[in-house]
């Protein structure tokens, strides 16, 4: 049940857990927690060029030994590589670092301003030449959402965003659920900053289950895909044993509640203006 994926609408399967890497240190740190991730039960890896950890995402992989068509890896081209040109040498470069003859998912990291669907149109490229499984966006809002569905060719297989409850998304999640556009949480634990809640502690007790747990829980019973990071080998496997236990329509409903609409992140619409 580890294994648990969703289908992408180009027709490809993508695990409901993964795991990410942002602020992961490159070199040991990036090698041993991906490892332990794999070991754990985790086939989604979750990467950027700008976490600059790539290689050792690459290294965890190859040391794994797990058959590369089990794994499923994401990465994402950078603001300052947008454009068409750059961006497929983004991707190039971003396979080399990873040492992969192909990625599953590859994303726009933020909509930046008047570049977005020149982007775009080399995620289109890369999709056709099969260099990459699936192709998405990440931190669009709907407005970005609807501009880039005028003219594109392809459309995003997901759009991941910052969601977890106190930020719940409700109308981009509604938005993406009628394109059928899959929806990825990042920070999906809030950063790890809502663990004291007592509403979730009072759940998370209930089923025998740790806070964090109650909330990928609540994600993946929202359909939503997540990627949580830790490099605690204990909170690695915490993180991933989800399997065991439901929330009730009413403690979903109590989950719901806690949303206030908080980033902890940049709000896309900073990229509105040109810098
Ligand atoms: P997160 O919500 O996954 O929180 C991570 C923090 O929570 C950890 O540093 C740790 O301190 C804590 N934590 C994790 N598991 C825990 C547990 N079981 N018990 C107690 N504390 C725990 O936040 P994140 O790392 O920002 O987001 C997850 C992933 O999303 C990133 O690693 C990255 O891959 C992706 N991401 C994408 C974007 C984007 O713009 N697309 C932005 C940020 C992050």
Redesign the pocket.
């Known amino acids: 049940q580890q294994n648990t994926k969703v289908n992408l609408h180009n027709g490809i399967k993508m695990p409901i857990i993964g795991f990410?890497?942002?602020?992961?240190e490159a070199g040991t740190e990036t090698v041993d927690s991906v490892k332990e991730a794999i070991k754990a039960g985790y086939r989604l890896i979750?990467?950027?060029a700008i976490?600059q950890n790539e290689s050792g995402v690459g290294q965890a992989i190859r040391e794994s030994k797990v058959p590369r068509e089990e794994l499923f890896i994401t990465s994402?081209v950078w603001n300052d590589d947008q454009g068409y040109d750059s961006t497929l040498k983004a991707f190039d470069e971003s396979l080399k670092r990873l040492d992969l003859d192909y990625l599953d998912l590859y994303?726009i990291?933020?909509p930046v301003a008047g570049k977005y669907s020149d982007t775009w149109r080399a995620m289109e490229k890369l999709y056709k030449d099969g260099k990459v499984r699936a192709i998405g966006v990440?931190?669009f809002h709907v407005h970005h959402l609807e501009n880039l569905l005028k003219d594109a060719a392809e459309i995003p297989v997901i759009n991941?965003?910052?969601l977890?409850p106190r930020l719940n998304q409700e109308q981009v999640r509604n938005f993406c659920r009628n394109q059928s556009i899959a929806v990825e949480a990042?920070?999906?634990?809030?950063?790890?900053k809502l663990?004291d809640q007592p509403e979730l502690i009072k759940i998370a007790d209930k089923h025998q289950k740790?806070?964090?747990?109650v909330i990928l829980r609540w994600h993946l019973q929202n359909d939503v895909i997540v990627?949580?990071?830790?490099?605690?080998p204990s909170?690695i496997r915490?993180?991933i044993d989800l399997f065991d236990f439901t929330l009730s329509l009413k403690e979903m409903k109590q989950i719901n509640a806690l949303n206030s609409n908080e980033r902890?992140?940049t709000n896309p619409d900073k990229y509105e203006s040109p810098q």
């Open positions: 990410g890497v942002y602020k992961v979750d990467t950027a976490y994402k994303l990291h933020w990440s931190n991941q965003i910052e977890h990042w920070a999906p634990l809030g950063k790890g663990l740790t806070a964090a747990q990627i949580p990071k830790s490099v605690n909170r915490e993180n902890f992140g």
